[in-house]
């Protein structure tokens, strides 16, 4: 029998006990105490979504070691604040632009400047001020890919991938991400096993889109080539897509409101140890220790919390926070997870132009993607600030904020390339997103009983959305599994539109 059916049985057998003792059910008698670790968007989230589920009895811990809004941070230069992380939010992000007006956060649009390509030491390609221009453009260099990726992202991927959504508004939830996407359609599966450039290829996209914008797309998004999966690739070219804005004063914003809204009680320390404790009656029954130790000088410097379910909202390998399993029958976590780092670098000062070969500063595209894996740099591009403060001093002629993409820190030599004159430098290092690649390892939702990873959705693809979706997911995981509404894990019933309102299994 699959392991998770194993898991599930023995909860449905619990659950039965339970009933008959009358100790467990919707109504607050048996509410479980739940630890969160990690305070991003994917943990914040996930409490909202837990106590909506659970009501206001429920003790729900939310540890972090650093900053609440994770991957979602702002950075101060010239007395203004411009996204460090998490930057842009689509229009089809369903869940962000849900909390976004649930919060009445206030939309900034990001402006839909010139645009370049880069390659062998020269912009190769540029869009216009004029969208007819840029059409014309466009038709001349790659013929119809542009319009063929457009369709197929519109009338294809999207359609598929918003069934989450569906099954999710229905208590729906899976243990797997492999389940999920099954459920999604085979076809979002199947794109994992292929990378996106031959998944492109099969929709009659050309070898130059795909070497040039596609590669260019992915190195700006995941400073990764199109030998990322097809599934990742796809929802990168879904978020190049015009019509991106971010939350005024940061997009951490959303994550803040949302620990509020929990109203979870938020603990600032680096969760060192988590270990599983068995009832020694052998009934089955389980619980978790928290060993912690506070980065609040106020608090006392290290402490233990006991949780009948635990829940994991940050990577597990590669982070300075390192957590510790003991006492579980096998290797924790079962499985390994690479993480791509991501160096994002911010300048106050000039362009080089002729490092790009411009006679004048003011023709330099506001962003441009390199194409070619052996650039330094993935992409430069122009900020705007997140929020309304004055900057401390007035930008000289061809002077703004740009923030550059690498893969590693780069030497002296490389910045010079880059800018002429800088006012200001810093260098913000990221564990970002895994390291994509057909038919990775996709990680479950579920580690052991009640232990729970969140991120287990990023092997899919990595965005703001896609923390929440793994979020909602977890939540009613959780919830599903503890309450003994096993109908609602790995179940697909969904609704059709041609079912002339009967439902119909997919």
Same mark, same amino acid.
């Given at each position: 029998?699959?392991?998770f ?6 909860? @449905? ?9 009358? @100790? ?8 479980p105490r739940?630890?969160?670790? +990690? ?9 909202? !979504?837990?106590?909506?589920l ?6 729900? #811990? ?5 900053k ?6 702002? $950075?101060? $230069? ?15 992000n ?20 010139? =645009?370049?390509?880069?390659?062998n ?5 540029e ?14 260099? !790659?013929?119809l890919?542009?319009? *063929? ?14 069934r989450i ?5 229905g ?5 797997? &991400? ?7 359609g ?6 994992t /096993?292929?990378s ?12 130059? =889109?795909?070497?040039?914008l596609?590669q +260019? ?11 990322? /999966?097809g ?21 951490k ?28 009656l052998?009934?089955?029954s389980i ?8 980065q ?16 994991l909202?940050a ?30 670098m911010f300048?106050?000062?000039k362009?080089?132009?002729? %490092?790009f /070969? ?7 595209p506001? #962003?441009?993607?390199? %194409?070619?894996p ?5 992409s430069?591009? *122009? ?13 000289e002629p +061809?002077?703004?904020?740009w ?10 030599e ?13 260098? &913000? ?6 390291? !994509?690649?057909?038919?990775m *390892? ?6 052991? #009983?009640?232990?729970? !990873? ?6 899919a693809?990595?965005?703001?959305e ?10 009613l ?30």
């Open positions: 029998m699959h392991f059916g194993l898991v599930n049985l023995m909860f @449905l057998s619990m659950h039965i006990l339970l009933l008959q003792t009358g @100790l467990c059910n919707d109504n607050e008698e048996m509410l739940i630890g969160i670790v +990690g305070a991003g968007l994917g943990g914040t989230s996930c409490a909202f !979504y837990l106590r909506q659970l009501g206001s009895k429920a003790t729900i #811990d939310i540890f972090e070691a650093s609440v809004g994770g991957r979602t941070a702002v $950075i101060k $230069i010239n007395g203004q604040k411009f996204e460090a992380g998490g930057s842009v939010i689509h229009n089809q369903k869940y962000m632009v849900d909390f976004a007006e649930k919060f009445n956060k206030k939309r900034l649009s990001r402006s839909d400047g010139i =645009f370049g390509l880069y390659s030491g020269d912009i190769v390609f869009t216009s001020r004029w969208t007819a221009v840029t059409l014309s453009k466009l038709l001349w260099r !790659y013929g890919d542009a319009y *063929k990726i457009h369709d197929w992202t519109k009338n294809f991927l999207s359609k598929k991938f918003n959504y569906e099954f999710q508004d208590g729906m939830a899976f243990t797997t &991400v492999e389940d999920m996407l099954r459920a999604m085979d076809e979002l599966l199947n794109m /096993h292929s996106l450039k031959d998944v492109l290829l099969d929709i009659g996209v050309s070898e130059k =889109f795909i070497d040039e596609a +260019g797309v992915m190195r700006n998004n995941y400073g990764q080539s199109t030998g990322v /999966h599934l990742v690739g796809a929802v990168s070219l879904i978020g190049a897509e015009p019509g991106l804005w971010s939350v005024e004063n940061g997009n914003e959303i994550s803040e409101a949302l620990l509020r809204e929990s109203k979870a009680n938020f603990i600032e320390a680096n969760v060192k140890t988590v270990t599983l404790y068995k009832d020694e052998g009934t089955g619980s978790y220790e928290v060993d912690y130790e506070n609040n000088e106020k608090s006392e410097s290290t402490g233990t919390r006991e949780y009948d379910i635990v829940i909202a990577p597990l390998e590669g982070t300075k926070f390192k957590i510790a399993f003991a006492d579980f029958p096998g290797p924790m976590p079962p499985f390994s997870q690479k993480f791509h780092t991501t160096v994002a300048v106050l000062g362009v080089n132009t002729t %490092t /070969h411009l006679d004048n500063p003011d023709n330099f506001a #962003d441009l993607f390199t %194409t070619q052996d650039n330094f740099f993935n430069l591009g *122009k900020l705007s600030p997140v929020d309304t403060a004055q900057p401390e001093h007035a930008y +061809g002077q703004a904020v923030k550059t993409f690498l893969n590693k820190n780069p030497n002296q490389e910045i010079s390339s880059l800018f002429e004159s800088r006012e200001d430098l810093r260098l &913000v290092d990221w564990l970002a997103y895994p390291e !994509y690649a057909p038919n *390892k996709l990680p479950p939702f579920q580690l052991y #009983d009640r232990l729970y !990873y969140i991120n287990a959705i990023e092997s693809a990595s965005a703001m896609m923390a929440v979706i793994g979020s909602r997911n977890v939540a995981l959780a919830y599903n599994q503890w309450f003994g509404h096993f109908d609602k894990i790995d179940e697909i019933h969904l609704q059709t539109p041609s079912a002339d309102n009967k439902n119909s299994e997919l």
